[in-house]
């Protein structure tokens, strides 16, 4: 059974940058697409960035496009997300997810979540 760790989360001046990580307790299935969302209070979880395992491709939300860097090291079976230039609508629960394919962005095809780290961002 997988499960997913995830680490890193804090408080951060905005413009300042914080990393998180997820740690996969044993490997997913190869391809498994492995991707980070968010929620914060009143708004819709979203997708922030994925990566299919394997592929060297990555996708993220407009958002965050340009400011966050989504990563991966096969040797600990840990996802990264390095976060810049924070904003204060960043400030959200942060949670990794990993699942066998579909719309990256789209809860529903995720088979394991983690327990989620919190990410606040001060102006």
């Known amino acids: 059974q997988v499960q997913l760790v995830e680490s890193g989360g804090g408080s951060v001046q905005a413009a300042g940058s914080l990393t998180i990580a997820c740690e996969a307790t044993?490997?997913?299935?190869?391809?498994?697409?492995r991707t980070w969302f968010r929620h914060a209070p009143e708004k819709q979880r979203e997708g922030v960035a994925a990566?299919?395992?394997?592929?060297?491709?990555?996708n993220y939300a407009d958002s965050v496009k340009g400011r966050f860097i989504i990563s991966y090291d096969y040797d600990k079976n840990t996802l990264y997300l390095r976060m810049n230039s924070l904003k204060s609508e960043d400030t959200a629960m942060y949670y990794c997810?990993?699942?066998?394919?579909?719309?990256?962005?789209?809860?529903?095809?995720?088979?394991?979540w983690g327990q989620g780290t919190q990410v606040t961002v001060s102006s």
């Open positions: 997810a990993a699942g066998p394919g579909g719309p990256w962005h789209q809860a529903q095809f995720y088979d394991y």
């Open positions: 044993v490997p997913t299935g190869k391809n498994y697409v």
């Open positions: 990566m299919p395992i394997g592929s060297g491709n990555t």
